[in-house]
């Protein structure tokens, strides 16, 4: 209805007088424009989708939107995750929404441990110290239930920069199907995953996030960390891995 709308206004103006071609042209442009916008993002078809990839990284990248899974705004990058006493308002909602933190404790600062992360390059990640405090019970409210929350976190974002490896990550949903995988594969205990406190992405913009806990690389059960590229595989790790995916999917598969 909008196209045909616009459609008419141009037809209109270009038959009311020879000085309205311009505006009628710019009529046209808006309705050959609004189809393209339309196409690109109604189309199942590859060229769209990699258009709205392409949208996406260079114009909606690092702005805070609703997640799909969770509808909270959550933090795009590390430099927000820190930012004072925004950065521990939002681990405050995220921790609360997984249950991870009771009522009336919220999280008081959030401190960079400095620990240099040297796996992989598909998103922004660190690891923060956080501190805690209680809210004061006003009247009629009762006192916080005593919790143990996590002291760090792994925190995960997607790649920050305007790149061709944030756009790979984009068209392949790298950030979604992680996000989907901590809300709703690893909670089954089908394959072994570390704790996750938050996950979610947002379709609008194709950040994501994953918060975790700390996992102890070299501390028995656990391996110690290999870089997937720099480091050789071994033919354990890839037993691992086989024995794993053929987990999920014999679960799963429909």
């Not at 050959?32 to 339309?38: D, E, I, S, T």
């Not at 199942?44 to 989708?49: D, I, V």
């Amino acid at each position: 209805q909008v196209l045909l709308t616009l459609f008419q206004d141009s037809m209109a103006m270009s038959s009311t007088s020879s000085g309205a071609k311009i505006p009628s042209m710019l009529g046209w442009l808006v309705v050959l424009l609004l189809g393209v916008c339309a196409w690109v993002g109604y189309s199942a078809s590859p060229l769209a989708a990699l258009l709205r990839c392409v949208f996406r990284t260079v114009l909606m990248r690092g702005r805070r939107r609703r997640g799909a899974l969770s509808g909270i705004a959550f933090p795009v990058s590390v430099a927000q995750l820190l930012d004072g006493a925004s950065g521990a308002r939002d681990l405050t909602v995220m921790l609360r929404h997984s249950g991870a933190l009771a009522d009336g404790v919220v999280v008081a600062s959030v401190r960079d441990v400095n620990v240099a992360i040297r796996d992989g390059v598909k998103g922004d990640k660190v690891i923060v110290e956080l501190s805690y405090a209680r809210e004061p019970a006003g009247p009629g409210r009762a006192s916080p239930e005593e919790s143990t929350p996590p002291p760090r976190l792994f925190v995960k974002f997607g790649v920050p920069s305007c790149s061709a490896m944030r756009l790979l990550c984009d068209a392949s949903e790298v950030g979604r199907c992680e996000a989907e995988f901590y809300s709703r594969v690893a909670p089954l205990g089908l394959v072994a995953a570390p704790r996750c406190f938050f996950a979610d992405y947002a379709d609008a913009t194709g950040d994501s996030i994953v918060v975790t806990e700390v996992v102890p690389f070299g501390v028995a059960p656990v391996r110690p960390l290999r870089h997937r590229v720099r480091d050789a595989p071994l033919l354990e790790e890839q037993r691992l891995f086989a024995v794993a995916g053929a987990t999920l999917h014999a679960a799963l598969w429909r």
